[in-house]
């Protein structure tokens, strides 16, 4: 769990950030949003303390973070920036292992850790482990960049604008993996960007930043459907939201039992989102799609009149 | 190529070699033809006619004929002097010698270049265009019992053996001190303007002030400053320290080293990317570790750059330092400009030239090698 409890920074007399109250449970995605210069990379590099806070008091686990020793802090939290920040002049496996050296582990711990982890962001380490940074491609090395955050087993990744920097595919591949590997490692991450896509896409607790203070924070949906002014609604898409929100639902939220005319021709999973539904309606040209498992076996049907949520009956 | 029709018109423009009774008479020129007759002549330039067809349409084949054309030219020119050597040199004139004259330098020169073009056409490794550049080399030692010790160089090296020894070895030391001592000051500057960024400013305007004194003025401003200190404190005496000889020299060669040395230290550390020397903190590396694991291994490529531009441009300061005491190969140079004697300076001059050129591969190929994992 991390706590900023009114937290400012200063430089010179320019508030960076400006008296910022934030609490992310353990567990949580919570993902930082803002303009450039909106103060969002400087609150989240006062959590490891590389850049110190002027006013107000930052908890670990309930623990001020100046209580620890500033690398002892840093080697118990991970942290991933967008340009990786891999070293050119160290291999794969010895990047990974940076940490857990710091903290020296035993060689043959280190070399089992890095080859799990090779495997668990699904680089084979045969292949991948003796290769220098420059053999990389942009996606390969920010694998290899997380590996390297997640090496001494951190309960908290900070994260800045990691996948900032690849390309659209690529990016969009790396986001839903850092979301499963999330759910399934059930780390706290802190994950700051300016693309509002990847936050709606990541965030359990959506936080929106602006001349250094917080506007609004909570669950996406919130947002979306009651963002408290305009920077926020323009922030979320502006008019672009309905799409944005439809994203985020699945489409058995708003699908209806199987009727009795027949299944409709034109499918989609029942995990799909109510955006992709919509695009398959547009493409298509119908108004009905019959609604699927997993098994490809139909269960129900999602209307054009429920998927816009109308109210009342068809 | 262009390169071995020059050649060829040295070969037979310009004089091959010069032969004279002693060292004070300048000697008469020969030209190739004169020397061992017409066929002979046309035969030596059979392979640089031979080179200079293939040029005219190059594929990889045709460049290692050139190749081999070439290595044939370099040997053959010791050979040629040999031959030279031989049919000139009265062996009744003790004093009598042979030198080097203007086609055979400029042939020599044009080979040397059309290696270079070569070795970056056909990507040789380096091994074995040293190999191919020491060969004249080789087979001129090998040479010298043949009738080649009648070459004017080798005349002055034999009248002065071991003092040519002992000039190497002072030139040697005072070039790695001035290395030694300017990386470390040198150093230690570069790291206090990281620091202050006022003495960055302060520092390098004095430093390229320093580079813009001549390096003659430079050893005369000393000579006032330590004679007297010298005087005055017995010590720096006893050690050796005065207004002429090695403590001036080596104070100017360390002031005139400094500003490549420190440049390139300051360059080398400040072009680190950021985001690297950001990660490693924030992954928990104290200051001196990212610094000595991650910021001085990643400059080291250009920081051996600021040691590699300084050490040979000391290997040539040092040669003026010999003006004033200090010793060195240029005590030949200055020695052979007194007396008009060619060949003594050459004496002086060559080894620089060597020194120069094998310190500058060697710290460029270990450059390069400590580069690893970077895109190239």
Redesign the interface.
Known sequence: MIELIHISKRFGDTAAVDDISLKVESGEFCVVVGTSGCGKSTTL?MI?R?IEHSDGEIHIDSQPIRSFRE?????RIG?????????????VARNIG??PR?LKWPKARIDARVEELLTLLGLSGSEFAGK???QLSGGQAQRVGVA?ALAANPDIL?MDEPFGALDPITRETLQVELRQLQTRLGKTIVFVTHDMDEALRLADRLVVMQDGRIVQQGHPLTLLREPVNDFVASMLGGEDRGLKEAALLPVSERMSPLGVGGVARERIDQGASLREALSIMLWRRVECLAVVDDGDIPIGELSFRRLVGARGHE | MALMGAALVAWWMLPSVTMAPNRIVPGTAYAASEVAGWGAAILASLPLAVAAWLARDLDRQRLKALLALVVVGLVGLPLWLTAASVQLVDPNLPQARIGIGAGLWLTLFMLLLALVELRTRLVLPSPVTWGVALLPLVVFVLCLPLGLDGLALWQEYAGRRDDFVAAIGEHLLLVGATVAISLVVGAVIALLMRRYPRVQRLGFSLLNFLQTVPSLALFGLLLGPLAWLSDRYAWLDSLGVSGIGWAPALIALVAYSLLPMVRNTFVALEGVDPGVVESARGMGMSRLQSFLQVRLPLALPVLLEGVRITTVQAIGLTAVAALIGAGGLGRFIFQGLGQAAMDLVLLGALPILLMAVVADALLGNLANRLRKGEPT
């Open positions: 590099r490891n590389l690398e002892q802090l840093r080697r942290y991933a920036i967008q340009s990786t920040g891999l070293f050119p002049h160290w291999t940076l940490v710091l220098y940074p420059s390297r900070l």
